[in-house]
């Protein structure tokens, strides 16, 4: 062993072959797992980069919703779909997290609705059977601007009805109950569907409803402020001059209710979503609300009456010359003291003027409707009750030129509102005729001509009596016996007796049909006086004024309106029956139930209104048989009589027909709606 | 031509990596795996994988294959009534495949392995090499018939369109899944060094 | 009798139990058994290096492939996507579910199990270093488990299944699919590139 001299020479370098560099020693071959690797990774990372955005909707329930499977779509494209269906913090609802593609996904904002796409069986069809095949799905909807982000939404359960707010308008419709509206149904214009109604609900005050009605573009160009609403769903039934009237829009609106609209007068301006409209009960009540629309307060005034008038109440149209320019608002009554101290009452109406209907501008003001009255009441406009309809039993206020008035003005100092001078009432046509026509008879100069008859039957006698006539030849003597001969039977005859008789049943007749028409006290004065007059009576001048009044009856009973009016209320119940008998064969019991219920209700009144007609009717007739009699009295033969008779016959027709309808609804008003 | 065995010489080769060793050693030094003198011991297990393939591929045929679930209805398949379906339908290669690889496959397994197992007995030096070709053959081909079971776990995986489509898979699925690999098997434990010898001499040198 | 050589010069065909003895190969030669023909040594085309190389980018793929889908069907406005994973669990409804861990172990388990063992096995051996512990009984595991690894067969049985169906309904090929299609020629390179007599022989020089 030698020792080995470490400490002082220097070691020796450990050797070992140099590795090459490292470049050299890597094969390519290495390049084919690495190329693997960057593809996979790649693969990797753009299908993680390119997976969307996560977004949460609530959902009542997850009923058909699967996560993996259940996509969503937007007008009919997928775009995201359902990755995992969780519960919201208060286990209230379902949270179903949609993972949305990118390239849609930046355009849902607040703004986006989704709902869920299911199998639909409602009143308005059947939709969406597709979906119990390929499953239920999500849609939403967003438009093409963000606005503002949101990742939460509320689902909504199903697809809204109008799923594009911007193709059309959406306004508030206020009504007091919901009638037969139903969610979805139609909103009409002319009859073409332009649009649905959705979210009904109670108003806040529960003292009325609301609903959403959507109008689609273009239709809702046509919204103004002054568009109605009504309801059009059901049957209408109404009773009016022109007869009774059906109304049915269309079995569908029948079936599932509906609302019109129209837009009635010019000068309303363009309207923004949600604007709130009134909703009618029917179209007549739409097209006559006057103030519904208005922009001004509608002009108020006072009318004091000095005779109480019955039947005026809060909302009695009030006319001005024939138009329909506002109604009632107040009734009151107002004591006065005159001038002697004592205190009287007087009845305050107090009505609301639209000024448009006046004619005037829109939204004129107080004064310039007070200015134009003013000029109107010097001209001799004047406040009176009228009635109108067939039989004059609906009152209104007509404001009008009545000829023959005192001068008045409008106290404008009246409190609360200025006064509108009155004046008395119009009476009814009808009774204005018969009145004239007994007017006529008193006109008669009975007297005079009775006297002068007298005079003359005495100078005959005188003639025929005196020492002269004895002298003259047997002819002239024959002549004047035949003379006396005729008198005598005249008066054996009992011809006065008759026509006083007559005359009396006239009267009574006369007076019971009057009774129903108001303030005729003069006119039964006037049969009084006739009744006296007509004790002695010239024929021939009797037969001359009696012409007169046929004339007049003739012309009464000869007016196209009376004519045609029982025929065109047997028409016109024809038709409804026939109608109304489809329709229950239809089944659509429903809305039939609440047409009934109106109906009956129109029924009722037609009853009460025909309560009084045979009772009329009957009085009519006799008057007519008695009148007849009175004409028959004076002989066959001459044409006088024919003419009378002729006349006589043609209103007892009239009459009669018109008794037969009264006695047909008397008997049984549900018949004629029913069909028997 | 004449060759020297291993056997002959007294050394048992390694079937895996070609080493040889002694006679009666158990493990090969360098691969580890266990060394089989060539003997008809093995046979044993052959025939035992091979029985209980049989077995497994009678309810594979007998039990649907797959469950079709339409709109129109339920309908099950096995392997032959599949097979027949899709020759109605006109798709005579999807059948001829299913055909090939569920039927005509695992069949000729099961009968080339008997076969195989039971010509081993005689000695065959000189035309041993078309059994070694089908012994080849055999092996290679046994693990496709799998195909079918794929197939299923695919229909069953992809169809599956809620109301409209659906497939599931049958319980013969399982079966034909577990008799393929029992032949698998009983062909791998077919040792093809007894082709070219019969089995051994308990007596002799 | 003595053995005519030293053990370890002698090879004994695997499929007829002839012995050779054994030599060392040039790169484009091959060694067969004299009387069976079955080839013993093949051709190191390529190093250890590319084997390892194949076997990590078929790692790589068939996990691309789990991950990635599939398969997607689409009919009528249906649609059903599908993964590896989901094509294994398509047995797992009741007493077929050991299938479906069966098939997921033959399409996935395996393949990957092989690849790892062998990169296992090679990565010294490339480096020209000793092998690792237990690489013999990795190699061998390897081995054993090639005919069960059914990669390729699922894919031949997708393409199956796709013809199927094709006619019915429209199926798109997800990543997952050409990733397999990827994996499967990796794999046929990789086992050309195997020697395992080079390898045994590798393993056995410590």
């Known amino acids: ?676 | 031509m004449t060759v020297l065995t291993a056997r002959d010489a007294g050394l048992v080769g390694c079937t895996r990596c070609g080493r040889v060793w002694p006679e009666g050693t158990a493990e090969c030094g360098r691969c580890g795996a266990r060394l089989h003198p060539v003997d008809g011991r093995g046979l044993q297990r052959v025939w035992a994988w091979w029985l209980a393939g049989l077995i497994f591929y009678i309810p594979a045929n007998l039990t649907p294959m797959l469950r079709t679930a339409t709109l129109t209805g339920h309908q099950e398949n096995t392997i032959l009534g599949g097979v027949v379906e899709l020759v109605a339908h006109g798709s005579y290669f999807v059948a001829a495949i299913v055909f090939l690889a569920s039927i005509v496959i695992p069949i000729s397994k099961f009968l080339a392995i008997a076969y195989l197992a039971l010509s081993v007995g005689n000695e065959r030096r000189a035309g041993a090499h078309p059994h070694l070709h089908l012994y080849e053959v055999v092996e290679f081909i046994g693990r496709w018939s799998m195909i079918d079971v794929f197939v299923v776990a695919i229909l069953s995986a992809l169809v599956q369109l809620g109301t409209v489509a659906s497939i599931h898979p049958g319980p013969a699925a399982a079966s034909f899944a577990l008799s393929v690999a029992l032949t698998m098997l009983s062909a791998q434990s077919f040792d093809p060094r007894l082709i070219w010898r019969g089995p051994a001499r308990t007596t002799g040198p | 009798m003595s053995s005519p050589a030293p053990l370890d010069q002698l090879i004994a065909c695997p499929s007829c139990d002839a012995l050779h003895r054994s030599a060392r190969l040039g790169e484009s030669e091959r060694a067969a058994c004299a009387r069976c023909g079955t080839l013993l040594i093949t051709p190191r085309a390529r190093s250890f290096l590319h084997v390892i190389a194949l076997a990590f980018t078929a790692m790589i793929l068939m996990i691309a492939a789990i991950f990635f889908p599939f398969l997607k069907i689409s009919a009528q406005g249906f649609s059903h996507a599908s993964s590896v994973f989901e094509v294994a669990m398509a047995f797992s409804e009741g007493f077929l579910a050991p299938l479906a861990f069966a098939v997921l172990m033959l399409i996935v388990g395996l393949p990957i199990l092989r690849f790892g063992a062998l990169i296992y096995v090679l990565w010294p051996l490339a480096n020209a270093r000793p092998a690792w512990p237990h690489a013999a009984q990795a190699f061998r595991l390897a081995e054993e488990l090639e005919p069960w690894s059914m990669a390729e067969i699922f894919i031949i049985g997708t393409a199956v299944a796709l013809v199927k169906i094709g006619g019915l309904a429209s199926v798109s090929l997800g990543p997952a699919f050409w990733a397999f299609c990827a994996l499967i020629i990796v794999t046929a390179l990789k086992n050309a590139f195997l020697s395992q007599w080079t390898i045994w022989d590798a393993i056995g020089r410590k």
């Open chain 1, 1 to 676: 062993m030698t020792d080995t001299p470490e400490q002082n020479a220097p070691a020796e370098l450990v050797t070992s072959p140099a590795p090459n560099p490292i470049w050299t020693r890597l094969s390519v071959i290495w390049l084919v797992p690495l190329l693997a690797l960057a593809i996979t990774l790649g693969v990797a990372w753009k299908s993680y980069a390119d997976r969307g955005v996560l977004i949460e909707i609530d959902f009542a329930d997850a009923t058909g919703l699967h996560p993996g499977e259940t996509p969503l779509k937007f007008r009919e494209v997928e775009v995201g779909k359902v990755e995992t269906v969780g519960f919201s913090p208060d286990l209230k609802s379902v949270r179903v997290k949609i993972r949305v593609d990118k390239d849609v996904a930046h355009f849902i904002d607040s703004e986006a609705r989704f709902w869920l796409v299911r199998p639909q069986v409602s009143a308005q069809g059947i939709s969406r059977l597709d979906t119990v095949l390929s499953g239920t799905f999500v849609e939403g909807y967003w438009d093409a601007e963000p606005k503002g982000e949101a990742k939460l939404f509320n689902g909504l359960d199903k697809p809204p009805i109008t799923p594009d707010p911007t193709k059309g308008t959406r306004v508030e419709l206020r009504a007091e109950d919901a009638g037969g509206l139903v969610e979805g149904a139609p909103v009409l214009f002319r009859g073409v569907t332009v649009g649905r109604i959705q979210n009904l609900r109670l108003n806040a005050s529960d003292s009325g409803v609301i609903v959403d009605a959507f109008i689609d573009a273009p239709h809702d160009k046509r919204l103004t402020t002054a568009t109605r609403f009504w309801d059009t769903s059901g049957v209408s039934v109404s009773l009016g001059p022109s007869g009774v009237s059906l109304d049915v829009r269309s079995l569908a609106s029948l079936v599932q209710g509906g609302i019109e609209f129209d837009t009635f007068a010019t000068g309303g301006s363009f309207i923004q979503n949600g604007f709130p409209f009134r909703l009618y009960p029917t179209v007549e009540a739409a097209r006559g609300s006057i103030f519904g629309n208005d922009i001004a307060e509608p002009a108020r005034y006072t009318l004091l009456f000095d005779d109480a008038v019955q039947g005026i109440e809060r909302g009695t149209k009030v006319q001005f010359r024939g138009v329909e320019a506002g109604e009632v608002s107040d009734i009151s009554i107002k004591v006065e003291t005159d001038a002697q101290g004592n205190r009287f009452a007087q009845q305050q109406i107090v009505i609301a003027l639209s000024p448009e209907r006046l004619g005037l501008a829109r939204g004129s003001d107080a004064q310039s409707v007070t200015d134009f009255l003013e000029g109107e009441v010097a001209t001799g406009l004047r406040a009176r009750v009228a009635g109108v309809g067939i039989l004059g039993t609906t009152l209104i206020i007509e404001l009008t030129d009545v000829p023959d008035v005192p001068n008045a003005t409008m106290n404008l100092t009246n409190q609360p509102y200025p006064t509108i001078p009155t004046t008395r009432p119009k009476d009814n046509d009808l009774a204005t005729s018969a009145q004239g026509v007994f007017k006529r008879i008193d006109a008669l100069p009975i007297e005079e001509l009775m006297n002068s008859a007298i005079r003359a039957l005495d100078g005959v006698a005188a003639v025929a009596e005196s020492e002269e006539t004895r002298a003259v030849p047997g002819e002239l003597a024959g002549l004047l016996e035949q003379l006396r001969t005729l008198t005598e039977e005249l008066n054996k005859g009992g011809a006065a007796e008759k026509t006083l008789a007559a005359i009396d049943g006239v009267t009574e007749a006369a007076s019971s049909v009057l009774v129903e028409f108001d303030g005729l006290n003069e006119t039964l004065d006037s049969l009084d006086k006739a009744a006296q007059a007509a004790a002695e009576i010239p024929m021939a001048d009797i037969g001359a004024k009696v012409d007169g009044i046929l004339g007049d009856i003739r012309a009464m009973l000869g007016s196209e309106g009376a004519d045609r009016l029982p025929k065109a209320l047997s028409a016109t119940l024809e038709q409804s029956a026939a109608l109304l008998e489809e329709l229950r064969a239809g089944g659509a019991a429903e809305k039939l139930n609440a047409t009934l219920v109106a109906a009956q209700d129109a029924a009722s009144a037609i009853g009460d209104a025909s309560d009084r007609l045979p009772a009329l009717t009957a009085k009519l007739e006799s008057l007519v048989t008695t009148a007849e009699k009175l004409v028959a009295s004076y002989g066959e033969r001459s044409a006088f009589n024919a003419e009378v008779l002729d006349t006589m016959r043609e209103m007892r027709r009239a009459t009669a027909a018109f008794g037969s309808l009264a006695r047909m609804i008397e008997r049984n008003p549900r018949a004629f709606i029913l069909g028997r």
